[in-house]
């Protein structure tokens, strides 16, 4: 009688591997941060945030609601490096009030799809969402629409949410808070 040894395949060997992989080492969940302050001088702390991890090979998209003024738009991406794709909508002003005329009320709603149907497909790892407090506070994205896409987003993806005043829904399902406030020393 001959002994018959059975010899693994490569895919049997790749197989088990992740099999045993993925029972070691959990899925990382993405987490939901908030930045917000009373004064608007603390996106550059963000934004050097989304470089430093962009620079280490992270897929990152920075989404600036509110920013205009350089016909940009999702179609134009500024591209910075590898792996940090930088929005805005298609307008000639940025926006501060919540009166808007009907271009840049469809520019807003347009960036608002790309970035749903932009996050869901997993492409990037972190998405900025610039001033999002202000554009759901002037009425201009539903907080009902913020909160659906929160929790629709794929598990990986961690998302950073700045602005004054958010509103308290979106800050009872985030993660992490950070309230940047300024001291003043005699």
């Known amino acids: 009688?001959?002994?018959?040894?059975?010899?693994?395949?490569?895919?049997?060997?790749?197989?088990?591997?992740?099999?045993?992989?993925?029972?070691?080492?959990?899925?990382?969940?993405?987490?939901?941060?908030?930045?917000?302050?009373?004064?608007?001088?603390?996106?550059?702390?963000?934004?050097?945030?989304?470089?430093?991890?962009?620079?280490?090979?992270?897929?990152?998209?920075?989404v600036q609601f509110l920013k205009g003024g350089i016909n940009q738009g999702y179609e134009h991406p500024v591209c910075?490096?590898?792996n940090l794709d930088w929005v805005r909508c298609d307008?000639?002003?940025?926006?501060?009030?919540?009166?808007?005329?009907?271009?840049?009320?469809?520019?807003?709603?347009?960036?608002w799809k790309y970035t749903q149907k932009v996050v869901t497909t997993g492409k990037y790892d972190l998405v900025v969402l610039d001033e999002l407090s202000l554009a759901v506070n002037f009425g201009l994205i539903p907080e009902k629409e913020v909160l659906e896409f929160l929790a629709k987003r794929p598990h990986h993806v961690d998302i950073i949410m700045t602005g004054p005043e958010m509103p308290a829904a979106?800050?009872?399902?985030?993660?992490?808070?950070?309230?940047?406030?300024?001291?003043?020393?005699p």
Request: proline share 5%; hydrophobic share 40%; aromatic share 4%.
């Open 1 to 62: 009688m001959v002994a018959q040894i059975e010899t693994p395949t490569v895919s049997s060997v790749r197989e088990s591997y992740e099999t045993t992989q993925h029972d070691i080492l959990p899925e990382i969940e993405g987490l939901v941060q908030v930045f917000t302050s009373s004064h608007r001088s603390f996106f550059t702390s963000v934004m050097a945030q989304a470089l430093r991890i962009a620079g280490q090979g992270t897929p990152v998209l920075v």
């Open 170 to 185: 979106i800050l009872d399902v985030a993660d992490q808070i950070t309230e940047i406030r300024r001291s003043h020393r």
């Open 91 to 111: 307008l000639p002003r940025c926006i501060d009030t919540p009166q808007l005329d009907e271009i840049e009320m469809r520019s807003l709603r347009d960036l």
């Open 80 to 82: 910075l490096g590898q």
